[in-house]
């Protein structure tokens, strides 16, 4: 069974930046696609990056050029390094995985499994 648990989450101001993890465990399949989304009170959950099994990337439009969606070697931990943080980046960020094989962002209905998420706060 795939779990996956998201940390690095914290407050910072308004040009910071933060480094998001997720780790995975239970992790069986060879093709797939990882995912972080987040969401804003009162907004509907968005996707901001993806990542599949082939190492293409995939970004929103308003954090291109700002986050990047990595993994480690081992493929067991799923990372989200985001700079110049605004305070639209505010919400709670999650990390998902489906076992479809992504060649975009994709919609969240996707995704099979999701950790619980973890908060970002941007001040101004």
């Known amino acids: 069974q795939v779990q996956l648990v998201e940390s690095g989450g914290g407050s910072v101001q308004a040009g910071g930046s933060l480094r998001l993890s997720c780790a995975a465990s239970?992790?069986?399949?060879?093709?797939?696609?990882m995912g972080w989304f987040r969401q804003a009170p009162g907004k509907e959950r968005e996707g901001v990056a993806a990542?599949?099994?082939?190492?293409?990337?995939y970004y929103g439009d308003s954090v291109k050029g700002r986050f990047t969606i990595s993994q480690d070697n081992a493929k067991t931990t799923l990372y989200l390094q985001m700079y110049n943080l605004k305070p639209e980046d505010t919400g709670m960020y999650y990390c998902?995985?489906?076992?479809?094989?992504?060649?975009?962002?994709?919609?969240?209905?996707?995704?099979?499994?999701w950790g619980p998420g973890t908060h970002v706060t941007v001040s101004s």
């Open positions: 998902a995985t489906s076992s479809w094989w992504c060649r975009a962002l994709m919609a969240t209905t996707f995704y099979d499994v």
């Open positions: 239970g992790y069986t399949y060879s093709s797939y696609c």
């Open positions: 990542v599949n099994s082939g190492g293409s990337t």
